[in-house]
DNA sequence: CCGGGCGGTGAATCGGCCC
DNA sequence: CGGGCCGATTCACCGCCCG
């Protein structure tokens, strides 16, 4: 039976304090992105800048989206390095971006000591059209690994992209909240029984993901609006 | 009648000599990622790096894959600031690239004056599996503009993820050949009647969608071979 | 219980106005 | 003149309602 433990906090003050070892890191932290200028970027709550200015939901706003891009990705390196302390040799880390912070990612996840193994693009059917351009219809994942990746028993294999659109109605309690589907996926690079780390939790949906394909799950959110609702996913998986 | 043209030799030698003016830059480099180690990519020729070892076909190797990763930045940074030079404000750059080279090129279009507006993947469905792994079965488009984007009349929009297989048989004369539906789709960031061009111009795919599409296309290419080929399907065409 | 139709939305972006 | 703020915009897709 697997189990999971969520920690309240911040997940540059909680890390250094855990012991446990994982199999894998899955992290989905705030991009630092929207906005034209470094001004908009600090100045707005995550709530104006990714949600339509019609939209009739009142999802809570998420805090840690200030950033400019040297503080983001200062910021995302030390998350990744101390989560990579705590992971197995031949465990991997999955890193959400979108294609803005992509660059500033791969620099952090490298920086932190993880070898770049890829990019696993997450396509998203429901998006915004962009007039005289392209779509920008897709978000990206990075795949890192501590080592050379472990070796499976019997042998995985993964897929290139993923797609999923987000989850709509009321089940829906996170302003960037994952399909399940989507995280399913993307946990099942640890082994058989291993444990996964989320350091930026959020609505909790890699820890419902981990727990469905028979992995422990750690994860450390820092709002305890969405804490608590990650407790309640997560007692229900 | 849409007409082209294609120089043969050195895109840095011959770009400073044009001097017509264009619409869009799409550009298919030689992405200098193969092999793991910096030894490995200079060593090889592009065939050894992107072609099994048991591959039946004998299309021939293509220069200009010798470079690092700092290398590849900084020759990619002068082809496409060169490329900015001759294009028409609101004009865009669309540049290809794998995984591990995404973040140099992104570095090197900004470098050279584009603003960088977003990433279209493009999938490849025929492409092998990694074990114990995600596969890489994606490449990516960095899509740049010369200033605001144009306005076209009437309003257009482009798909923000691309699929299809590299030619195979005996339409296949390139070792990284595009189809021609994906190149359609790209070159329609040009406004109608509007000028294409490939500074790494291959076999010429670009040049064929631009004509099929209605645009005027200028092309150069460094390596003999693969001139007359695209010459031949540009007349075709 | 199933199918069709309708209404709402998106990890925004852009133009424009005001200070 | 530059920066900040406000509101209009876009359509494929999904959920829900109703027949």
Redesign the pocket.
Known sequence: MPNWTLHRGDALTLLPTLDTLVDAVIC????N??G??N??RR?QG?RD?????????TLPDFDG?TRDQRGYTHWLGLVLANTYRLTRSGGSALV?T?W?QLPATSDALQAAGWTWRGIIPWR????????D?FR?EC?YVLWGSRGAPLRHAPTIYLPGWLEG??????TRVH??QKPVAVMRQLVRIAPEGGTVLDPCAGSGTTGVAALQEGLHFIGIEQSPTCATSAEGRLAAA
């Open positions: 989905d932290p705030p991009y992105s929207g034209r200028t001004a908009d100045a995550a800048k990714y949600v339509s200015s019609d939209a009739a939901h989206d959400f979108d803005a998203k059917p429901i998006s915004r059209p962009v007039k351009g920008r978000e659109s987000q989850p709509r109605g009321k302003i960037t």
